[in-house]
């Protein structure tokens, strides 16, 4: 079916009366044109139906979902991402809702902007700002983690020669969100656009060096790229614009080999994220490799505190 019906509480009781006559339901469901999942629904909410208010019951509708059972699916989905403090968006839960609803038998459920927003409010559920990983986090327990272990490590290093590496989602063809105008003049915006690339940032604990960012896109060979006869940073690229472990390896042996060249050795911090090679040190010889304990980026990433929040404000009023 490629349109979800919508029945009235009068059509709603002539499915339960066909029921109750020991209609098979797979002919029920075909003579009123709803799958199969909606019957049943349908069936589960007899009692609300029948004792609803027949007044003008051509005309009004029961305000139960016949997408119930998705619902529960996906709010349950949405509280074990959340006990885990994983970020959700829009998108990512309209995808889960389609997933759940093919799985349901639903094949006509839309995932509309629409329903996205019903669903928001029969849930209560609203966009926040989230920081970072600090809900997990331990004030006590960072200091402890930089004063007894972090110290000890960077003791054989020079602030200079220690150096942090973090990874942000730069959306830059993005317009500002407010502008100035008239008092009594309405704005209007159009759609914002979803292009992006994966920036990855390094500089030293003085501030003094920052190394090539590392940029990370779609396509090998851009369009923009085309009669650049240098870029001011390092390029790579995949599909989903992400961080893999197969080009950060790449890179840090790349930075490894201009170590050596410089007779320098220096000591580089990543977080725990996944796409961080963790079998790396063994490979070079003039770069040390460490991760932070997982979950402690919002507390002890330097990047973390301020640097990419500014690298991206600068970002907006070059493309503003």
């Given at each position: 079916m490629s349109k979800r019906k919508c029945l009235s509480i009068k059509e709603k009781n002539l499915i339960l009366h066909e029921v109750?006559?020991?209609?098979k339901k797979k002919d029920i469901a075909l003579k009123f044109g709803i799958p199969p999942n909606s019957l049943s629904t349908i069936i589960k909410n007899r009692d609300k139906i029948q004792n609803y208010d027949s007044t003008n019951s051509c005309s009004k509708r029961l305000k139960t979902c016949f997408y119930e059972d998705v619902d529960e699916t996906v709010l349950k989905w949405i509280?074990?991402?959340r006990d885990k403090n994983v970020p959700i968006s829009g998108p990512f839960i309209i995808e889960k809702a389609l997933q759940f609803a093919k799985a349901l038998g639903y094949d006509e459920l839309r995932g509309s902007n629409g329903w996205l927003e019903k669903f928001k409010?029969?849930?209560g559920i609203m966009a926040k700002v989230i920081s970072g990983e600090s809900k997990d986090v331990d004030d006590n327990d960072s200091g402890n983690w930089i004063a007894e272990i972090l110290s000890n490590i960077l003791k054989d290093y020079k602030p200079e020669n220690i150096f942090n590496v973090d990874e942000t989602a730069l959306f830059f063809q993005c317009l500002p969100q407010k502008t100035l105008t008239f008092k009594k003049e309405k704005c209007f915006g159009g759609k914002q656009s979803k292009a992006r690339v994966t920036v990855?940032?390094?500089a030293n604990m003085t501030g003094h060096q920052k190394l090539k960012s590392l940029v990370i896109g779609r396509s090998k060979n851009p369009r923009c790229f085309k009669g650049a006869k240098s870029l001011e940073v390092d390029y790579d690229f995949n599909k989903k614009y992400w961080m893999t472990s197969e080009i950060c390896e790449k890179w840090v042996q790349k930075l490894d080999k201009r170590m050596i060249a410089e007779c320098r050795k220096i000591f580089l911090v990543f977080d725990n994220w996944p796409a961080h090679p963790?079998?790396?040190n063994q490979k070079l010889?003039?770069?040390?490799?460490f991760y932070l304990a997982p979950n402690t980026a919002s507390k002890l990433q330097p990047m973390d505190q301020g640097v990419i929040k500014n690298f991206k404000i600068h970002s907006r009023k070059r493309v503003a």
């Open positions: 109750d006559k020991g209609v509280h074990t991402m409010r029969r849930h990855m940032l390094v963790k079998e790396i010889k003039n770069v040390t490799v």
